[in-house]
């Protein structure tokens, strides 16, 4: 019903910047929360910057004053700006989104909240 499609990614030095995007598709009601985690090799998944369901964002403390999310709503996409890039920062960075979607049940039409992620977009950063 929805998917994400995630680019930007890619090799850069310690210090330079990249900037990931990622557009949602499909039958889309509307979006609440949408922003990126990431998931570095041997590593649990970790937020990284997040459109919150309040209208805030809400970043890990380890990106602040480095990363700025943004979004385009009318286009249903969301922008990670990443500056002054670590090798800290090497991970496969991941879309999510909570879309709401409608479907029938037993003739009932229902509000559904769906959680959805991207396929990832793998940022190395070399020292």
């Known amino acids: 019903q929805v998917q994400l499609a995630e680019s930007g990614g890619g090799l850069v030095q310690a210090g330079g910047s990249l900037r990931l995007s990622c557009v949602a598709s499909g039958h889309i009601f509307s979006i609440d929360q949408m922003g990126w985690y990431r998931q570095a090799p041997g590593k649990q998944r970790e937020l990284v910057a997040l459109?919150?369901?309040?209208?805030?964002?809400n970043y890990a403390d380890s990106v602040k004053g480095r990363f700025t999310i943004s979004r385009d709503n009318a286009k249903n996409t969301v922008f990670l700006e990443m500056n002054n890039l670590k090798p800290e920062d090497t991970a496969v960075y991941c879309c999510?989104?909570?879309?709401?979607?409608?479907?029938?049940?037993?003739?009932?039409?229902?509000?559904?909240?769906?959680?959805?992620w991207g396929q990832g977009t793998l940022v190395t950063v070399s020292s």
């Open positions: 459109f919150t369901h309040s209208g805030g964002t």
């Open positions: 999510y989104a909570d879309p709401i979607v409608i479907t029938k049940v037993a003739g009932t039409t229902v509000h559904r909240y769906l959680e959805v």
